[in-house]
Each structure stands twice: as structure tokens, then as C-alpha cells.
């Protein structure tokens, strides 16, 4: 059957953990549907009897038989406490993809500044593997990424091919000193002093926490990057991913269909005070 | 948009033109009172179940389209599951809906039919559903306002059928080719309407706008709003008066946010449900990580006045998103209402 809000079916064909409080899984959907997604766009995922919440797709490509997520655990959380309860061969339900998702075309030629917090490296992972399939097209590379502590630290082996790589400079920082890191420690802004960007060819792309995102802001402007070449991922509570249950409105834009992904220039418009 | 025919009716008919009405469809929504003497939109039986001698009723017959809970989906458990539909079959009549309330359905078309997805639930519940108006011209509710938001005390299109009390007969208007269809069944009953009667509801509609209480200058708070010249501290102002209890969204019929949740049953299916939800509750934007972009009352009062008033939003979801029922009138216990927040903002004090 079909309907706005009728998921389908998917088992969880692969279970990975990434740190003590996400996991990764992989679903495929029952019926052999093959999903189409871009970097940035996201699916609701439903755990039956729990509920359904929005996830960012970290898999991004045509035809695609499967499908990965990650998903941070919230103790209490209806939808992310049963899931990560769950193993390969479980039965989920989604809909989706939705949203904008990240413009890929109007990065290529620019260099690229992507600034990521926390869980703000899932959406972005999807759109730094495209690019990087297709590195000639872009031009310089730098991921900043900033995590509370080194066990929070997400995709590390994929962080390290990329450490490792002559063409991506990814710097990596911990919130407060720990015994286990001997790399740099302090807020994901605190890397910025250092940093030399050609402001007329950069665009920075800026997804994490809430909290980070005026410091990030004030950062770029520093260095001289417009507002219409910042972009962020929004996330708000959703509900619908369709534009109806009102949760995502900010202004006169839907997060959902409109979003998730800005440009500072956008979002300066809807703020709400 | 003119209407497609008038006819007119003796009172007395009345009731047989309710009888032939309700023979056309399966199940008829009416105002019917219920003790104390509160008017509901319920199922009824017969004519003389309804009550048409109201003002306006607390709950919109909106309820009847998006419903305040309303099962989307079932779920079977299994391996794997299955999916199934929920939904109920049948056509309906919406008898006598005041002009605002229709108005309202039409904004609620827009949101939920038109743009890149189709809310398929409220699709199914609108295409069976008859709407029969009735015009609010005689018996105006102290606290209503639709002549500032333009949506009666007639209304001018989105019915079927609309009916008006005239002098001493009932003026019955033709909106649609259902509506025509339906007034063919009753053909018998009705009479062609003379000239006087039209000249009479023009007379009435004056005398109507003469007499309204309440007062609400939209346009100007539309435009005070839309250029963002309103002070902050008036936000925290309605913000202090507004208790957070969401009843003004509850109540209003253009209002048409919802949660979901997922109900596990006695036999193990599991149903996913959606209830109607109100950007003045607190929890509203609440995220999973404790964050709440909307964390005050003074931003969730502005949410409100904004999505129903400023331009940004009216372009988009096609009308002012407030229709002047009153409803947030009878229920606000802060005084906090629309028309009062239309004229803070509009002063902006
Ligand atoms: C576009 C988008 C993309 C996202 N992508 C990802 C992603 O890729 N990975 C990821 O991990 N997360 C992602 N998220 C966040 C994710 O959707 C949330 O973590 C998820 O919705 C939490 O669901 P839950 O059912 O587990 O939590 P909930 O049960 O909804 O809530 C979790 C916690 O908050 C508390 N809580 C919630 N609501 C209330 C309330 N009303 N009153 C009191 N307490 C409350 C609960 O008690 C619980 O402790 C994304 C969000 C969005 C909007
Ligand atoms: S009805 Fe009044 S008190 Fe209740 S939420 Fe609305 S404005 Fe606030
Ligand atoms: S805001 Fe108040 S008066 Fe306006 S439509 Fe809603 S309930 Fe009716
Ligand atoms: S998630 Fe429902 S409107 Fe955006």
C-alpha cells in the first residue's frame, strides 16, 4: 500500500558501532526498491510500537539497494533506544528520502571548508565521499571537526584515510584536554586562527550543534566568507518530512522540504529571535 | 463567484429538505446541542436533532475533515510485518457550517492538497464529504469578526449548498455541481427565488456588518507584523497574559499542526496515530538532545501571530490564517486572543 505517511519495510541487514552511543545501520528495503539519495537529504525511520524519527542518510548515490544510517542513542529516547536495541534481520519501517540536501553542483570549482561538531560529521560524511570521488573538480580541501572527547569520535577509520590523504587537510580537536589525545584540544572555533583560506573561493559547509553555530559564524565572517557561502544543515523536530505537521517551521520555510540545508543567507531570513 | 442557482424555501420545508439531503449520502454531520446547551458538529439521525438557533460552536466542523486523532496506518506484526490501511468509507454531509469554518476548509485544501505532497488521509475524508452552509447574516456571535478577515457573513464560494435566512424565507444557494445534483433531488420542494429575496441578503449583509462587536484591523496588523516592526517586549507582554495551554490552536479551525505517536493493541498490531499538536506547548520544538529552539512563551506567541498573519506566510499557504471565527475568544484565559493581539500589534504596544 502507499500513502503520504505509510513507511515501508526494510530489515536491518548490517548492525556497526561507531562509539559507546551510536551505531550505524544498514537497511534494505523489503520490496527491492532502490533509493536514490544526495548527500544531506534524510529518511524517517520507524521502530513499530515506537514511533519514527529522522535520520540523515549516509549514503548517497542512484539506485541504491541499501541504505546506511547513523544514530546517536538518547537514554529515554523512544525511537533510538529501541533501535539500537535491534540486530541485523530486525524489521524497520521508512519513508523517505527527503529534503534538499546538500547542491553539489554549485560547489564544484570552489574550494571547500567543511566545519563539523559532534553528529554534524554524519550528514557531511556523504558529501566529503562524493567529493573526494571526484576530487578534480574541487579545489582546496579542509575538514575541521570538533568532538567533546576522543571516544566520541566518529568514523575513525575513514578519518584516518582521510588524515592520511596529500589532497584533504583534516584537522581534528577535543573539547577539554584527556589522557588518551595528544592533538589539539579546545572548540572546533579555536582552529581557526591558524587557518588560511582565499575567502572569494571558499565555501564552508557547517553542520553540529546549535550551540556552535553563532561561534562558527563569527569565524567565517573573520576570515571573509560571505553569507551566502556558508552552509549549514539545519535539524529540528520533525514529525512529517512532508511539510504538514508544522514542527520544522521556522518562518515561512519547512526544514523538512525546504531545508534541511541553507545558505547563512537563508537562514538570516527566518531566524526567529 | 456567483452562485450557480438560487432557489428559495419555506421554513416549513426545512426539516423535508434535511430529509432529502441526508438520503443522498450515508451519514450527516449536524449542530445538535448537547446538555447544558453547548451546539457540537455531531453524527445525527434526524431533523430534529439539529439545532440551526447558534452563534457559533466551540469545537469548528473542521474536526469532521482533519480529525483531532485519526488512525494513519496499522501495523501487523510478523515476519516480516505487514502494512495496512486504516480509514473509514462513506459519504458525508457537513450541514450548516458557518461561512469562517468554510473558509477555513478552504485554506486547510491548500495546505493539505496542493504543493509537492498530498496529505492522502484529510484527500480521502474531503472527496466524500458534502458541505452545506449555512450563512450567519441574523444571528452574528458577539464574538466573531469574519468582515475583517473577509470570510462572511456569507459565503461566496466552497460550498455545495448554502442556505440563509431571509426576511421569512430560506434562501438556498447552489455552489457546485454536486451541489447541483443535490438541489435537483429536492427540486420539489424548493421555489425559484424572487428578486427581492437577493436584494435582501444585500440588505442584510450591511445591517451584519453594522451590528459586529468584535473589531480586528488585520490588514494593519498584517502589515505592522510583515515589516518586523514589532518590539520584542511585545511578544513577552502577550507572552506574561498567556498561560500555555494551547487552547487558542485547539480551538482554531485553520490551525493544523499534529504529533504521531504509535498505539500497540491488545490483539499486537500496532497502530500509528496522529493527534493534533499546538506550537504554544512547550514541548513543541522540544529536541531528543534536551536543545528547544523555541524554549520561551514569548517565541511561541510570536509563531502563532506570525505563521497566521505575515505576508511570507499568507503567499504561501494562499490566505490570512485566521478567519475570524472568535473561537480564541471564548477560550483564552489570558485575554490574549486574536483580535486582541491583532490590535497590540497593530499599535504595536
Ligand atoms: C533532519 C534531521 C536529521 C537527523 N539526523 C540524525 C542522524 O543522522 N543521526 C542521529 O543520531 N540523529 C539525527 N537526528 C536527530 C534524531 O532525529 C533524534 O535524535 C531522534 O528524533 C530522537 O528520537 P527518539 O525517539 O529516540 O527520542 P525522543 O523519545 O523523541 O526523545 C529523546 C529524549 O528527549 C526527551 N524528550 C523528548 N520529547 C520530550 C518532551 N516533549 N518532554 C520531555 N522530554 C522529552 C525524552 O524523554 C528522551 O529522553 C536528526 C534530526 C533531524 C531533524
Ligand atoms: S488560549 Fe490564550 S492562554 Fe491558552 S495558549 Fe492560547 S494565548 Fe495562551
Ligand atoms: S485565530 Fe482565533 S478567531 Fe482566528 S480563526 Fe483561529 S480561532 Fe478563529
Ligand atoms: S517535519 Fe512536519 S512539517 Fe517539517
Redesign the interface.
Known amino acids: ?1 502507499s ?7 526494510a ?1 536491518i541487514e548490517r548492525v556497526e558501532e561507531e562509539t559507546a552511543t551510536e551505531k550505524t545501520f544498514t537497511l534494505r528495503p ?1 520490496n527491492g526498491d532502490r533509493l536514490s539519495c544526495v548527500p544531506g537529504q534524510f529518511i524517517l525511520l ?1 521502530v ?6 529522522p535520520f540523515c542518510v549516509g549514503t548517497a548515490g542512484q539506485d541504491l539497494p541499501t541504505l546506511d544510517i547513523t544514530v546517536r542513542r ?1 537514554p529515554g ?1 523512544r525511537v ?1 533506544e529501541a533501535l539500537h536495541s535491534l540486530g541485523p534481520g530486525a ?1 524497520v ?1 521508512l519513508r523517505g528520502p527527503f529534503g534538499n540536501g546538500f547542491k553539489v553542483e554549485a560547489l564544484r570549482g570552489r574550494d571547500l571548508l567543511f566545519v563539523a561538531g559532534g553528529i554534524g560529521l554524519i550528514p557531511v560524511r556523504p558529501l566529503i565521499r562524493q567529493v573526494l570521488s571526484e576530487r578534480d573538480q574541487f579545489g582546496r580541501l579542509v575538514l575541521l571537526f570538533g568532538a567533546r572527547q576522543p571516544s566520541e569520535i566518529l568514523y575513525r577509520r575513514e578519518l584516518d584515510e582521510w588524515q592520511a590523504r596529500e589532497d584533504f587537510e583534516v584537522q581534528l580537536t577535543i573539547d577539554v584536554p584527556h589522557p588518551d589525545w595528544s592533538g589539539h584540544v579546545g572548540v572546533v572555533t579555536t582552529l581557526f586562527p591558524d587557518l588560511e583560506v582565499d575567502p572569494a573561493r571558499t565555501k564552508a559547509i557547517i553542520v553540529g ?3 556552535m553555530y553563532p561561534f562558527v559564524v563569527a569565524a567565517c565572517r573573520e576570515k571573509g566568507i560571505g553569507d551566502a557561502d556558508m552552509i549549514f544543515s539545519l ?3 520533525m ?2 518530512g ?6 520544522c ?1 521556522m ?2 520555510k519547512y526544514v523538512c ?1 525546504d531545508g534541511p540545508v541553507f545558505t547563512y543567507e537563508e537562514i538570516r531570513e527566518i531566524e ?2 | 463567484m456567483p452562485a450557480l442557482a438560487q432557489y428559495s424555501l419555506p421554513p416549513t420545508r426545512l426539516k423535508d429538505l434535511f430529509q432529502r439531503l441526508s438520503q443522498a449520502v450515508d451519514q450527516v454531520i449536524a449542530p445538535t446541542r448537547v446538555p447544558p446547551g453547548d451546539v457540537f458538529y455531531d453524527v445525527v439521525q434526524g431533523p430534529d436533532e439539529v439545532a440551526l438557533d447558534f452563534g457559533n460552536s466551540l469545537v469548528s466542523p473542521v474536526a469532521w475533515l482533519y480529525r483531532p486523532v485519526e488512525e494513519m496506518f496499522r501495523v501487523l506484526p510478523g515476519e516480516p510485518p505487514r502494512v495496512e490501511p486504516c480509514g473509514e468509507e462513506g459519504r458525508r454531509l457537513l450541514f450548516a457550517v458557518r461561512p469562517c469554518d468554510l473558509a477555513a476548509i478552504g485554506r486547510l485544501d491548500q495546505f493539505f492538497l496542493e504543493g509537492d505532497f498530498r496529505d492522502d488521509l484529510y484527500a480521502a475524508r474531503r472527496a466524500r464529504t458534502l458541505l452545506v452552509a449555512l450563512a450567519c447574516a441574523t444571528q452574528a456571535d458577539p464574538r466573531c469578526f469574519c468582515s475583517c478577515c473577509e470570510t462572511g457573513p456569507y459565503a461566496e464560494q466552497g460550498f455545495d449548498l448554502q442556505l440563509s435566512l431571509v426576511g421569512d424565507r430560506y434562501l438556498l444557494e447552489v455552489g457546485s455541481e454536486s451541489g447541483a445534483a443535490l438541489a435537483e433531488q429536492c427540486r420539489d420542494l424548493l421555489e425559484p427565488a424572487a428578486e427581492d429575496l437577493a436584494a435582501g441578503r444585500a440588505q442584510q449583509v450591511q445591517a451584519f456588518y453594522a451590528g459586529l462587536e468584535q473589531k480586528a484591523n488585520m490588514p494593519a496588523a498584517v502589515r505592522r507584523l510583515s515589516s518586523e516592526a514589532v518590539p520584542v517586549e511585545l511578544w513577552d507582554r502577550i507572552a506574561s497574559r498567556c498561560l500555555g495551554c494551547g487552547g487558542c490552536s485547539f480551538v482554531c479551525p485553520v490551525c493544523t499542526c499534529f504529533y504521531t505517536t504509535d498505539q500497540v493493541r491488545e490483539d499486537g498490531s500496532i497502530v500509528r496515530v496522529r493527534a493534533w499538536d499546538s506550537c504554544r506547548l512547550e514541548g513543541y520544538t522540544r529536541e531528543a538532545s534536551g536543545h528547544n529552539p523555541r524554549a520561551h512563551r514569548r517565541q511561541r506567541a510570536e509563531r502563532f501571530s506570525y505563521h497566521k498573519l505575515a505576508y511570507p506566510c499568507i503567499q504561501r499557504e494562499g490566505r490570512l490564517g485566521c478567519v475570524g471565527c472568535g473561537r480564541c475568544v471564548t477560550v483564552c484565559f489570558g485575554g490574549v486572543h486574536m483580535p486582541r493581539v491583532a490590535q497590540m500589534i497593530r499599535r504595536g504596544e
Open positions: 500500500m500513502g503520504l505517511y505509510v513507511p515501508q519495510i530489515a523489503l520507524s513499530f510500537g515506537r514511533g519514527e524519527a538518547y529516547g533510538t524489521y519501517g550543534p546549535p550551540v535539524e529540528r523536530y514529525k512529517c512532508v511539510g504538514k505537521c508544522g514542527h517551521a518562518k515561512h522540504t526567529e529571535h
